[in-house]
């Protein structure tokens, strides 16, 4: 996914997806009763095919690991904090 940045209109993006669900990215600039919270609840969460890559590609990057990797059978997760100090997840399923 690469994305333009002529045809992004503030303060909502949406980013294109090729399932039924989509992605809205909203920074709320013309909302002046909004007040950024960040939450330690996931968001959302990444599909990685290699859960170990994904983690050392985080880890290398000096971001925040706030919950190791969980292995439950073949499924494994870990979260980890966005910049904004959002928990957002990483899982392999």
Request: aromatic fraction near 12%.
């Amino acid at each position: 996914m690469s994305q333009n940045n002529d045809s992004v209109k503030s303060p909502v993006y949406n980013i294109p997806v090729t399932s039924e669900t989509g992605l809205t990215l909203d920074d709320h600039t013309f909302d002046p009763n909004f007040i950024f919270k960040p939450t330690n609840n996931v968001l959302f969460n990444f599909y990685a095919k290699d859960i170990d890559e994904a983690h050392q590609f985080i880890k290398s990057n000096n971001i925040s690991i706030v919950k190791e990797i969980e292995r439950i059978g073949d499924f494994a997760y870990f979260n980890f904090q966005d910049p904004d100090g959002n928990v957002l997840m990483i899982c392999n399923g």
